[in-house]
């Protein structure tokens, strides 16, 4: 016999609820089951859908997220939740754009809803709509004067518009609300770090860890202090938290071997060393696998395909792959941990000037290609990849570039991937050669360097091969650089061929780039120019 009506939707609330348990108990699995029991017999039951929502979107599982919120909006079209819901779990797909268009979908039902305002102002951020966002905070703190969310996050806002000393105060602000929080702490150590304060920096994220011993963030961002300060050692080992910094996106490869801690003997013992992080960081770190070499082991060296030809050209009886079936091996290393476990400080640091060079075929085709020399060549890089975290502080527009070269030289665009503005420009610039097509594989860059009498870059790649390649190298840095420039000075103890020039304050590339005109005129007047005869065919077949 059927049960009634009431029977039926007594037993759907006591399901729902008994739901509802099981998510306060975060008891994930069971509670699932049990609303997706309750919308088989009801696919009408909002609350199950979005809890549902709620729960895949806790374990990371945004395409269910995003179904179930998506279906809970049309159950209730009118309720701002599931448009806030959905919005949150698009920002951590980081779908920006369509983030946005879900709060203000929420806000159009709840305008006074400081949450969604918040994270209104967080998403503006990542677009770069900066003046809107801080509107944003401050529609919410207006609300709610004491949401000290909002503080903390319109503090990384104003520091994203160089106003350090106002994202100072919304931090400080957050702390006199509530005097234990966390990000507050944090985002105050990051602004001092950013203004240079390295000092302050390294004390504000040690009380961070008196609150959060397990941090991660923290704990490495702690470790770019000291490396940054010069104080390596202790660096390297602090450093070692990136791998539980989760926002740093570093995975370890899933292997069998043990790691090699630095004590047990490698001779006559396989090593696998392996890329982790950017093409940069392999050019730099690539180094370090030669100790490894003299201790005995033989070494076999996971690098990005872009860069395989390249770096074998570092010890050509060497191994180098890029991929496919690895060998069987006894250790594992990162390649940035080779420091820690060599026990490098910065005395010990191996300069040795050219340690990668570019193929013969290469650079034949390269001297073919760019034709007899009349002037001084100068190759030029003006940004990094977009999706670096903190590409915004160390690119430059190429127009802001632009302005600041004289036209008695030759230049080379060492730039890849060039945008429709960036070609446009370049063309009323016929001093400027252009073959970013052409570069295929950094062995073609590194060719194309070996021709240069002068790289000048920012932070990225570029910058690292022409170090790399032993190459006179201009780097044009912002106030507050990556740890690995070190502060202040205007050498660098990883590439001897290097010169360091450096923004005077936050921000502030107009005034570096006002000073190379009379850079450059000195350098072509100066009789002791750091020079190096460029690579022939004849000396690459002998290395």
């Known amino acids: ?3 009634t009506p009431n029977r039926r939707l007594n037993m759907l609330k006591n399901k729902l609820a008994a739901g509802v348990r099981l998510y306060q108990q975060q008891q994930w699995q069971a509670a699932s089951r049990t609303f997706e029991a309750v919308l088989k017999s009801e696919p009408k039951q909002f609350d199950a859908q979005h809890l549902l929502g709620l729960i895949a979107h806790r374990q990371q599982d945004y395409d269910r997220a995003v179904k179930c919120f998506t279906q809970a909006i049309a159950l209730q079209p009118l309720n701002a939740t599931p448009y806030y819901n959905l919005g949150l779990t698009l920002q951590e797909r980081k779908e920006y754009a369509t983030a946005l268009r879900l709060y203000q979908m929420a806000l159009e039902l709840q305008p006074a809803n400081v949450k969604i305002l918040n994270n209104q102002g967080i998403v503006l951020k990542e ?53 234990d929080h966390v990000e507050a702490w944090f985002n105050r150590a990051f602004v001092l770090a950013e203004s240079g304060r390295h000092a302050d920096a390294i004390t504000g994220y040690q009380y961070v860890l008196t609150l959060d011993p397990h941090h991660a963030m923290a704990q490495f961002a702690l470790s770019l202090c000291y490396l940054i300060t010069g104080n390596l050692l202790h660096g390297w080992q602090q450093y070692e938290w990136r791998w539980q910094d989760q926002s740093l996106g570093i995975k370890k490869p899933t292997l069998p071997q043990p790691e090699w801690d630095g004590h047990c003997s490698l001779l006559g013992k396989k090593i696998l060393v392996y890329f982790e992080q950017g093409l940069g960081d392999t050019l730099q770190f690539c180094r370090f696998v030669l100790p490894l070499k003299q201790q005995g082991a033989e070494v076999i060296l996971l690098v990005q395909p872009v860069l395989q030809d390249l770096v074998q050209s570092l010890d050509p009886g060497m191994q180098v792959v890029s991929g496919g079936q690895l060998p069987e091996v006894d250790y594992l290393a990162p390649l940035l941990s080779l420091p820690l476990r060599l026990g490098i400080g910065l005395a010990e ?12 075929e290469r650079l034949q085709h390269w001297q073919q290609r760019l034709g007899p020399q009349l002037k001084l060549r100068i190759g030029l890089a003006w940004r990094g990849n977009s999706v670096h975290k903190n590409d915004h502080n160390r690119s430059l527009s190429l127009a802001a570039l632009l302005q600041a070269l004289p036209e008695q030289f030759d230049y080379v665009c060492l ?20 073959f970013s097509d052409e570069l295929t594989t950094f062995s073609d860059t590194a060719a194309l360097c070996q021709q240069l009498d002068l790289v000048i870059s920012v932070d990225t790649s570029v910058a690292h091969l022409a170090g790399a390649l032993g190459k006179p190298l201009w780097v044009l840095l912002p106030f507050n650089p990556d740890w690995r420039w070190l502060l202040e000075r205007t050498d660098s103890p990883w590439y001897p061929d290097a010169t360091l020039l450096r923004q005077p304050e936050y921000g502030d590339w107009s005034s570096l780039l006002d000073t190379l005109p009379q850079r450059l005129s000195a350098w072509l007047q100066d009789p002791h120019r750091a020079t190096q005869p460029h690579a022939s065919i004849e000396q690459l077949a002998e290395a």
């Open 1 to 3: 016999m059927n049960a």
């Open 127 to 179: 677009l770069k709509r900066y003046e809107q966002a801080l509107s944003s905070y401050a529609q919410a703190i207006t609300l709610d004067p004491r949401y000290a969310r909002s503080y903390v996050n319109r503090a990384g806002t104003w520091l994203r518009l160089g106003n350090a000393d106002a994202a100072l105060a919304d931090c400080d602000r957050a702390i006199q609300l509530q005097a």
């Open 349 to 360: 640091l191996p300069t040795a000037s050219g340690y990668l060079h570019a193929s013969a």
């Open 415 to 434: 730039q890849k991937d060039l945008d429709a503005d960036e070609r446009q420009r370049l063309q009323s610039r016929p001093d400027i050669r252009v």
